[in-house]
């Protein structure tokens, strides 16, 4: 038998080690959700799914950036590229403001989760040098040689001793090539996945929807769209069938591919980034053709001028594809327009009743009862009809599929 001394210092260190995992079972999302300065770091690290990493290792030092500095690197630059700066910030080593200042002989190497990824490269590139100047001042910058160290500490964010360190860094450290986006993947491997998706949305529950891409040939743009990154809003079966849905039949070739394209955004758009978005954003149909976003509750609702429509489920999200269903066609002022109105686009509110009401873009603003002169189809008339009778559902349908027969015979005329 053990004697209790052993049995009770054996206890003591398993309950060591269960605190240690307690600590590093902890969500680094959750950790930094309560520090509103690096919201958009801590955005960043969920959308490319560094978080997920992050949470695995048993020891990491974040060298974050502010919302500001964040903010001016991540414009205009893709994912892919934001992916590879985060994980040259995030440290397999545990540093906090204190021993950052006292590294022995003045400088350091440390290895970062960026060497993991990187595949061929330079000596050094996954690593971050770390050197302490005069005055306390420390200095970050890529380890590879020839490297500037022009990344600055600032201040300490939170410690969790020998686990986590969360420390504010002043700019991204750049390594070579991690500003060039990785080349896109094998044209093969993306129309595996996209072919794919049409089987997602399918199974999901959009058929319509699904065989109205294949159909028309607007799969294929939003195959082209892959490689830059693609949201995809696809309604539902009942979405196609609801009454508030106007006659498509009346739409001709360009305007049905207008309506699908109007459907997926040319990048990268997951929940959280369509959560906080504040501006119009354009879809594939084009700039004009665009729409807003609110939030009810924890829903985010879709605005295109004409109508809302609500997310529902997430069927794919493997960046840089991301696929949603919503709960209505998404029906874009250019085709189905209510009168262009001389004022800027009102706010989105955020009102619970929203989601149901058809117009709630513009309460004020019933959708246009004039002709649209402008317009070459027959649209003013198919908008008329449809305030005026309830077409009954299956009929609307089979109509639409109907005119996308058609069009699927006279594109394959064509080619
Ligand atoms: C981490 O926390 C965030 C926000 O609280 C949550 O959305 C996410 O699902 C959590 N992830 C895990 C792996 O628990
Ligand atoms: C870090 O960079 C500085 C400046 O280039 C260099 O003098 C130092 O040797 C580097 N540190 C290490 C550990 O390589
Ligand atoms: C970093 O990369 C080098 C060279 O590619 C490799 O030998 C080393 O094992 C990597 N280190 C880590 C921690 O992944
Ligand atoms: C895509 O389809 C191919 C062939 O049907 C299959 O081998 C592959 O596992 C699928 N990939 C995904 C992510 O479902």
Do not use: W
């Not at 400088?107 to 490269?121: E, I, M």
């Not at 959280?272 to 807003?292: M, P, Q, V, Y």
């Not at 009102?346 to 246009?368: K, L, N, V, W």
């Amino acid at each position: 038998m053990a004697p209790p001394q052993t049995f009770s210092s054996l206890a003591f260190a398993l309950s060591l080690l269960a605190i240690t995992y307690t600590v590093r079972g902890s969500n680094i999302t959750k950790i930094l959700a309560k520090y509103s300065d690096y919201s958009s770091f801590n955005s960043y690290l969920s959308q490319t799914k560094l978080a997920e990493e992050i949470n695995r290792y048993p020891t990491i030092t974040l060298l974050a950036l502010n919302n500001d500095a964040m903010a001016s690197f991540a414009v205009k630059r893709p994912l892919s590229v934001i992916k590879k700066a985060l994980s040259l910030l995030t440290l397999l080593d545990y540093y906090d403001p204190q021993n950052l200042q006292q590294i022995s002989e003045g400088t350091t190497l440390s290895v970062t989760l960026y060497n993991n990824t990187a595949g061929d490269s330079p000596e050094y590139l996954g690593f971050v040098n770390i050197t302490d100047l005069y005055g306390g001042k420390v200095a970050f910058g890529s380890a590879v040689s020839g490297s500037k160290l022009d990344s600055y500490f600032t201040k300490s964010v939170k410690q969790i001793p020998y686990s986590i360190s969360f420390v504010e860094i002043d700019a991204p450290i750049i390594a070579p090539g991690v500003l060039v986006p990785p080349p896109p993947a094998p044209p093969s491997s993306s129309s595996v996945v996209v072919s794919n998706i049409t089987g997602l949305i399918e199974k999901a529950g959009c058929k319509t929807f699904a065989s109205s891409l294949a159909e028309s040939g607007v799969l294929k743009t939003y195959e082209s769209a892959v490689k830059n990154g693609l949201t995809v809003f696809a309604p539902s079966d009942e979405a196609f069938e609801a009454k508030s849905v106007p006659d498509l039949t009346k739409l001709t070739r360009g305007e049905v591919v207008k309506l699908l394209e109007y459907h997926a955004l040319p990048r990268y758009k997951p929940r959280g980034s369509l959560r906080t978005n504040k501006h119009k954003i354009s879809t594939l149909a084009g700039k004009e053709f665009d729409l807003t976003t609110s939030t009810s509750g924890d829903e985010v609702v879709l605005h295109t001028g004409v109508a809302s429509s609500r997310l529902v489920d997430t069927v794919l999200d493997a960046t840089p594809v991301i696929i949603f269903t919503v709960d209505n066609v998404l029906l874009p002022t250019e085709l189905f327009g209510k009168p262009p109105s001389p004022s800027p686009a009102p706010e989105p509110t955020i009102s619970p009743a929203e989601g149901a009401s058809p117009t709630a873009d513009s309460p004020s603003e019933p959708p246009a009862e004039k002709s649209h002169s402008d317009s070459p189809t027959g649209l003013a008339k198919s908008k008329s009809a449809n305030a005026a009778v309830a077409v009954s559902s299956p009929s609307l349908f089979t109509a639409l599929v109907v005119t996308l027969a058609t069009i699927a015979v006279s594109v394959s005329r064509c080619s």
